[in-house]
């Protein structure tokens, strides 16, 4: 069985400062792994994946996610955070169970971004 | 064009109404899902579709029941509804199992439902 574990649900920096969302996952197998953001009233977006490819991985609007291994961890961060970064941030980890996809979704991360 | 997109975008209704959420893709995607997000903004899957065929269901009421018509649409029906249904429903599609794990799903913008 698979699991997400989102460290924080709030996270609060000032627009500049970098930004770290800290993700640990649980997966009986070799995971695949997302970052999606929510803006307030919207749908949720991509934002990078973890594809095995390389560890680092970059994603959209200078973020990026380190896959770890041996700490189950895919954080997320990005070097100087900006006003429009502010929205919830969810860890999303994809296996595949008795021939079934299933995503399961960490609990969220709301971001604060102070001016 | 909108990859996923589902209607209505708001629904008010009273309790004990029936109502209906539908969704389209237009990727091509085999998988299809239904997902719940509650006032803490947590995401719970309610139903899948792979092909037209159900390969998940959460525990969710039987009040809740998903139709496909076709691969491209995944529509949500709801019976009776509670209180306890108001929530944000996101449909999503995704590739199937068969096209890898790293393929990321696609979600539309939520159907945002109150039941007074």
């Known amino acids: 069985a698979q699991s997400v574990t989102q460290l924080d649900s709030h996270v609060s920096v000032s627009e500049g400062t970098p930004v770290l969302l800290r993700c640990n996952y649980s997966?009986?197998?070799?995971?695949?792994l997302f970052w999606y953001v929510q803006h307030p009233n919207k749908g949720l977006q991509l934002l990078l994946k973890y594809t095995s490819a390389a560890t680092l991985v970059k994603g959209i609007n200078g973020f990026e996610a380190e896959f770890k291994k041996s700490e189950t961890s895919f954080h997320l961060t990005k070097p100087s955070a900006h006003m429009s970064d502010a929205a919830e941030y969810f860890c999303v980890v994809s296996e595949v169970d008795t021939g079934r996809r299933a995503l399961t979704f960490g609990s969220g991360t709301r971001l604060q971004v102070q001016p | 064009d909108t990859a996923v997109s589902q209607t209505p975008k708001y629904l008010v209704t009273q309790m004990g109404n029936d109502k209906s959420i539908k969704c389209e893709q237009n990727?091509?995607?085999?998988?299809m899902y239904w997902y719940k997000q509650d006032s803490k903004k947590f995401l719970k899957i309610m139903f899948s579709y792979n092909n037209k065929e159900l390969i998940i269901n959460e525990t969710v009421p039987n009040r809740f029941s998903p139709k496909s018509p076709d691969k491209a649409h995944l529509n949500l029906h709801i019976n009776s509804l509670e209180l306890g249904d108001s929530a944000v429903y996101f449909c999503?599609?995704?590739?199937?199992?068969?096209?890898?794990?790293?393929?990321?799903?696609?979600f539309g913008q939520g159907t945002r439902l109150t039941v007074v």
């Open positions: 997966s009986s197998y070799s995971p695949s």
């Open positions: 999503a599609s995704s590739p199937g199992v068969t096209a890898g794990l790293n393929t990321e799903a696609f």
């Open positions: 990727l091509g995607h085999d998988t």
